[in-house]
């Protein structure tokens, strides 16, 4: 290997990391990851580290796993990679299959793309010509504050986080926007409850009423909104709009980038709910944290406004030189298998319980503001003053303050804000979801 000190220079000098201010990032010291192993990352150093935020929120049976590895080296012996625009491949086959089965019922197509960012791009797009081929011209779409649906330029006009999407306002299509559920239940009511959701619902209703001809689409993410901070939606939200959407006639897309493959307890949180959406998004676990690959699932009655004889020109004008790529598709089919073979779901049951006690002892300290849990994804928030509700003043990066901290643990973070983000491998075992809570716990005692 090279020496590490050329690498630290290379990787300042020459490579611009995401959400990363780089003039800070030059002036630090940096992890540089060389391997993994289950959930223990390995830097050029040889430390050792907790990957406690899934390597970004994908990785769900742990790195360097025998039989995803296996999935990928065989598929290379044949192929790795064939275009899907016209003709077909073996293992983008077979996983359109299986994501079809273990979907809500009534998701039965499948369109692929390579990041979460894209399956949401081709949502709008679908949902916005779906009604071009029905015969009407409807153009507003219905949003969520604090939404985040990636970074394009679509999915940054359905994005309500005011810090990341602030910038670009002008190049965006207008949509309406309902309060973030989260942020509305705690100012109105303190915590999420039925009245909260009640509310919600019928200022949806308001809107629908008055203007369903003109809208193509609500979208929202399932059930948390996580990187606003890990806000979760009231019980029953999603089901309530899926009622409404169907009332007035309006299409329904679900981001479950973030919350798909096991990561809320149950496949997708969809389930949680007892809904079919018009179009689910996923990305992120999809492929087990491998390889970049994304989907956008829909339905028969989407699938069927695009059928036509070629010259009606109905079809989806869209797609991506990587679109069901034979690698990743492999990756993902193996994903799928390991969640039965290692009964992960089961297994994370307990998990989710575990962490939910362990996480009641933040509340003891006095700078943690908030603590909020869906499935086994959760977020504690850090505060200046909790009774005054006083954040941290923003330039001080408390949170990046408290996760380089954790490092010396031997626990990996990325916060959001001052937002503690736990996102581990539903894989960790008991004994190293002790490390993290811990080394967390006690990096946030010592801001007192
Ligand atoms: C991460 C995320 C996205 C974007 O996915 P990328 O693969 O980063 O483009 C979209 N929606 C949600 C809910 C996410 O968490």
């Known amino acids: 290997m090279l020496d590490p000190k050329v690498l630290e220079s290379w990787d300042k000098e020459y490579f611009w990391h995401p959400f990363t201010q780089m003039k800070v990032y030059r002036e630090e010291e940096n992890l540089i990851f060389e391997r993994a192993e289950g959930v223990y990352l390995y830097d050029i150093y040889g430390r050792k580290f907790i990957d406690a935020i899934s390597s970004l929120w994908c990785n769900v049976h742990g790195h360097n796993h025998p039989k995803l590895n296996q999935a990928i080296t065989d ?23 299986r994501l079809v089965e273990i979907a809500p019922k009534g998701l039965t197509k499948v369109f692929y793309s390579e990041d979460g960012a894209e399956a949401v791009e081709i949502a709008i797009k679908l949902a916005y010509q779906y009604w071009i081929n029905k015969g009407k011209r409807k153009k507003i779409f219905i949003t969520l504050s604090e939404a985040y649906h990636g970074d394009t330029i679509g999915a940054v ?86 009622e409404l959407t169907k009332r007035y006639e ?8 973030a919350t798909g493959f096991g990561r809320t307890g149950s496949m997708f949180y969809c389930e949680q709910e007892g809904i079919t959406p018009d179009f689910m998004c996923l990305g992120k676990g999809i492929t087990g944290g491998y390889l970049p690959l994304a989907a956008t699932l829909t339905t028969d009655e989407v699938f069927d406004a695009f059928l036509g004889e070629f010259g009606e020109m109905k079809h989806f004008y869209h797609g991506h030189t990587y679109t069901g790529n034979n690698l990743a598709c492999a990756v993902a089919l193996a994903n799928l298998e390991v969640f039965e073979e290692e009964k992960t779901l089961e297994n994370l049951k307990p998990k989710i319980n575990y962490l939910s006690e362990r996480l009641q002892e ?9 603590i909020r849990q869906l499935g086994f994804m959760a977020g504690i928030e850090l505060v200046k003053d909790r009774d005054r509700g006083e954040p941290f003043p923003y330039g001080d990066r408390t949170g990046f303050k408290v996760a380089y901290k954790c490092r010396e643990r031997g626990v990996f973070m990325r916060p959001l804000g001052d937002v503690m983000v736990l996102m581990m491998p539903l894989v960790i075992s008991f004994e190293d979801m002790d490390k993290v809570l811990e080394a967390l716990f006690d990096t946030i005692k010592s801001l007192e």
């Open 362 to 370: 933040f509340w003891e300290l006095k700078h943690v503001g908030d």
């Open 250 to 257: 309006v299409l329904m897309i679900v981001d479950e980038v």
């Open 75 to 97: 598929q290379l012996k044949k192929v790795a990679h064939t275009t899907t625009l016209g003709s077909s491949n073996i293992p983008a086959i077979l996983l359109a299959k």
């Open 157 to 242: 006009s359905l994005g309500g986080i005011e810090l990341f999407h602030g910038a670009y306002r002008d190049l965006l299509f207008n949509t309406i926007r309902l309060p973030s559920p989260y942020l509305y239940c705690k100012q109105n009511y303190q915590k999420l409850c039925d009245e909260c959701k009640n509310d919600l619902l019928q200022m949806l209703e308001e809107i629908l009423k008055d203007k369903a001809q003109d809208v193509v689409a609500i979208s929202l993410e399932a059930g948390i909104q996580a990187a606003a901070g890990m806000l979760p939606f009231p019980k029953g939200f999603l089901k309530g709009v899926r």
